[in-house]
């Protein structure tokens, strides 16, 4: 990341033939901001944040599944973003050719 410049979110990263790619942007102590590129049907496996985050997706869209008392699926389109607590086991589909802004706060 380049500071002092102006720079579409979108532009910042790229999608990898087979997996998920994260390009971390910045990380402060619990601050953590990072950005992902998930083709259409590829899965990021469930696990945890250590903190509160929120997912914001850049394009595309994502099903967001979060596992509480009973589980919950969450459908999250381009412009829109989704919080949650930490410690909540989550993992996320890609519906379409997706990037998402996840902030660990």
Do not use: P, W
Not at 82 to 93: D, G, I, N, P
């Amino acid at each position: 990341m380049e500071f002092h410049k102006v720079c579409e979110l979108k532009d910042m990263i790229d999608y990898k033939k087979d997996g998920v790619f994260v390009e971390k942007l910045l990380e402060n102590g619990d601050f953590k901001a990072m950005l992902l590129a998930i083709k259409k049907d590829q899965v990021l496996n469930e696990h945890i944040s250590e903190v509160d985050a929120f997912i914001y997706v850049i394009e595309g869209e994502i099903e967001f599944t979060i596992k509480l008392e009973e589980t919950k699926t969450v459908d999250i389109s381009k412009g829109e973003f989704f919080a949650f607590f930490a410690k909540e086991r989550h993992f996320l589909t890609a519906k379409k050719d997706s990037k998402a802004l996840v902030v660990r706060i």
